[in-house]
């Protein structure tokens, strides 16, 4: 479980990385968190039986469908009320992996942890941007105006998805 649940994380790090310089989320890396989570199913079926192995196959295609699928109408929905894109297609495809490892219950709670951090993103970001420089701090203005333009307004959800995911697995919720 241990060497499962570190090459996981490990995988999701790298994804939250690429996502956070280049706003993609590798789709042959999102394959290979599905290939390592079958491999690791099989080897449970080996070591605790096949009924063990079932309800671990059982548990992890019901969170990846319910989450993933519940994901994809809810954006397919908002884009076609709003005219513009929500998530990108990766988010839903990492969404519905991280379903597949913690199962319908905990990646219900990493989607709403991951979910809270964006919103808690967002509000430090609003607070940035709104907040005037200092007047201890001698500052040109225009320095002031690139520190402020520079800070991102988004967050890619993928660095989110996986601090959702660490803590599910951290806490063994």
Known sequence: MILRNSIFCSILLVISFVDLRKRIIPNGLVAVLCVWWAFCTILTGVACGVEVARGVLAEGIVGALALGGGVLMLCLLYERLRKRESFGGGDVKLIAVIGLYLGLEG??????????????????????????????????????????????????????????????LLLGA
Do not use: D, N, Y
């Not at 991951?114 to 430090?124: E, V």
């Not at 105006?145 to 660490?166: H, M, N, R, V």
């Open 107 to 168: 990646g219900c709670l990493a989607l709403l942890l991951a979910c809270a951090a964006g919103i808690a993103w967002s509000f430090i970001a609003s607070l940035v941007m709104r907040k005037p420089a200092q007047q201890s701090v001698v500052a040109h203005p225009r320095a002031i105006e690139e520190t402020l333009s520079s800070f991102p307004q988004t967050l890619p959800f993928a660095p989110a998805l996986t601090l959702g995911a660490f803590l599910v």
